[in-house]
């Protein structure tokens, strides 16, 4: 257990020294979503009432798109000089990567919804109608569906051909009842019109189980050959 | 070998005809909706048989990861495409029904939007198949059939929030549904007929994925063997 804990620890501290460095991921996330909320809004008249109603849609596609850019790179990084292939054979848990891979990524990805809502509540006219502290949870459970089936997913289509196409293709069909649910969450609580307790149960039950299959077939989906 | 292809050859033949008297024939018209009703006796029996494949395919992909079975791997891609076909022709035959019964094509009904994430999702696990390079590709794929079928209650849980048109179920449905008895007996005809003919295009499909496979191990074992390598030398 401490085992795990320790080469997590490392693996995630280099990668988030090396994008610290590089910045590449979040800097083409970030022009990203902002490419995204501009071009949406001509999409429609962005007043407070109209956007309230939207904005639930709009923010969470933004940045599902967006990470895609991030779990893209999770692991292409580890390709060059066979890096991936020297963690195969060295005793290191495999699901000590996984971790670090995921929770990387969801500091990358959190760091980037952070940055991006001020950018929203800006051009949108956004005003929660509905407590602030839902919309935390709704982000942090949200985000977290994203990336830990995203980082699973990412190790599969980087063993395909064409393995950038390849992520989208199979991590948005499988993550469809994790978008409705935070989408109609945040809609939910920015217009108050009813509860988002049931979204929000929903997405901590696709949460446990996802992270639950991911834990139990990383193994076996790294050491494919 | 060819015995069990004729056997249920012939059996899906004999029970497709019949189904198809029974459906078109037999069965009466229905009081409201006419003789469009009869696209039922298709639309469900492929329902269910495109659910249960995608079942098989489960089971398959686990045994797979578990056993290493080059012959189950090819039973997952018979069962995974050949499910797909059917829930093809499911989404196909619903908004032929749809049309003049509800007068709209499509509507984003829970039934209708949880069949339509199943097919993405097994689209999705096809195009993996296809792109995959070498031996890795069924332990990869087998992993995605599981996210698959894992997500499949929560699909159907999450779509069910919003309101709900497509008709109750009239097979083991609750209290005030079920179907006039010439009804259900043409129902049950068509679905043993698309059961037994969809266990031949199975089967037809899983020897073809296993041929394959073979001529590939012949083909890579013959470039390797020595006569080979002096001629390429």
């Known amino acids: 257990m401490s085992q795990l804990v320790a080469v997590a620890r490392r693996t995630l501290i280099k990668d988030l020294r090396l994008e610290c460095r590089s910045k590449d991921a979040i800097n083409s996330m970030l022009f990203f979503s902002l490419l995204v909320v501009v071009i949406f809004s001509f999409s429609f008249d962005p007043t407070a009432e109209e956007s309230r109603r939207i904005a639930g849609g709009l923010i969470w596609v933004a940045f599902l798109f967006a990470s895609v850019v991030a779990l893209n790179q999770t692991w292409a990084r580890e390709l060059r000089n066979q890096v991936l292939d020297a963690y195969r054979i060295s005793p290191a848990p495999a699901n000590s990567l996984f971790i670090a891979k995921a929770v990387g990524n969801f500091l990358l990805v959190t760091l980037l919804e952070a940055l991006m809502a001020p950018l929203f509540v800006v051009f949108y006219n956004l005003r929660s109608i509905g407590p602030e502290y839902q919309l935390m949870l709704v982000t942090v459970l949200a985000t977290w569906a994203l990336v830990v089936n995203g980082t699973f997913f990412a190790a599969i289509s980087i063993r395909t051909r064409s393995r950038e196409i390849m992520l989208p293709l199979i991590l948005f069909p499988i993550s469809i009842p994790a978008l409705l649910a935070m989408v109609d969450a945040t809609t939910q609580i920015l217009t108050g019109e009813s509860s988002p307790w049931f979204w929000i149960q929903l997405l901590a039950v696709y949460d446990v189980v996802f992270t639950t299959a991911c834990l139990m077939l990383f193994e076996t989906v790294l050491n494919a050959e | ?233």
């Open chain 2, 1 to 233: 070998m060819k015995n069990p292809v004729y056997i249920l050859a012939i059996a899906s033949l004999l029970l497709l005809s019949y189904g198809l008297y029974q459906g078109m024939v037999a069965a009466p018209t229905e009081r409201t909706m006419g003789d469009v009703q009869r696209i039922f006796y298709y639309h469900v029996p492929s329902a269910w048989v495109a659910f249960l494949l995608f079942f098989v395919n489960f089971i398959a992909s686990i045994w797979f990861l578990v056993r290493r079975n080059q012959r189950v791997d090819g039973l997952a891609v018979a069962t995974a495409e050949v499910g797909v076909v059917f829930c093809t022709i499911v989404l196909v035959t619903g908004p032929l029904w749809a049309r003049p019964v509800w007068g709209i094509w499509w509507t984003w009904d829970a039934r209708l939007t949880s069949t339509l994430v199943l097919w993405l999702i097994y689209v999705s696990y096809l195009v993996l198949r296809q792109f995959g390079t070498g031996g890795q590709t069924p332990v990869l794929a087998s992993a995605l059939a599981i996210f698959g079928f894992l997500d499949v209650p929560l699909v159907y849980m999450s779509i069910r929030w919003f309101r709900t048109q497509h008709p109750q179920p009239v097979i083991g449905g609750g209290e005030g549904s079920g179907i006039h008895p010439a009804m259900r007996e043409a129902l049950m005809w068509n679905f043993a007929a698309f059961l037994v003919f969809a266990a031949l295009i199975v089967f037809l499909r899983y020897r073809l994925e296993v041929a394959e496979r073979e001529v590939e191990s012949i083909h890579a074992e013959r470039s390797v063997s020595p006569a080979e390598v002096r001629r390429n030398a």
